[in-house]
Nanobody, 123 residues
Framework: QVQLVESGGGLVQSGGSLSLSCVAS????????MGWYRQAPGKQRELVAN???????NYPDSVKGRFTISRDNAKNTVYLQMNSLNPEDTAVYYC?????????????????WGQGTQVTVSS
C-alpha cells in the first residue's frame, strides 16, 4: 500500500506565492511520474504540472511560467512552487504518482492520489 501526504497550501492574496509538497511512502517499487492536479468547485479535475522520471516537465498554458514542479527521487517527494497566484488558481490541489508498487501478488501498476490540500487566492 502506498500513501501520499501533502503539505502546504492555504490562503494567499492575489500575486502571492505558495508552495506544496507531497511525500510518497509505502510499498513503492518505482515512480515514473509525479504530478499535481487541481479541482475547483463545479469543475473537473485538471492537470497542473507533472514531472517524468527523467526530469521532463509538463504544464498547461494556464500555469506555464508561474508554477514550477520539481522532485527529489531519493525522498519520493514532489514539490510545486506557485508564483503570481490569482483567484482562478483557487482549488483543491491533489498529488498523484504513477509507477509500480510491491504487493503480495507481485509488482502491480501504481496510480495513487493524495488527500488534497486547499489553495485559496483572494483578490
Amino acid at each position: 500500500q502506498v500513501q501520499l501526504v501533502e503539505s502546504g497550501g492555504g490562503l494567499v492574496q492575489s500575486g502571492g506565492s505558495l508552495s506544496l509538497s507531497c511525500v510518497a511512502s509505502g510499498s513503492i517499487f518505482s515512480i515514473n511520474v509525479m504530478g499535481w492536479y487541481r479541482q475547483a468547485p463545479g469543475k473537473q479535475r485538471e492537470l497542473v504540472a507533472n514531472i517524468i522520471n527523467g526530469g521532463s516537465t509538463n504544464y498547461p498554458d494556464s500555469v506555464k511560467g508561474r508554477f514550477t514542479i520539481s522532485r527529489d527521487n531519493a525522498k519520493n517527494t514532489v514539490y510545486l512552487q506557485m508564483n503570481s497566484l490569482n483567484p482562478e488558481d483557487t482549488a483543491v490541489y491533489y498529488c498523484n504518482v504513477k509507477g509500480y508498487s510491491n504487493t503480495v501478488f507481485g509488482r502491480r501498476p501504481l496510480d495513487s492520489w493524495g488527500q488534497g490540500t486547499q489553495v485559496t487566492v483572494s483578490s
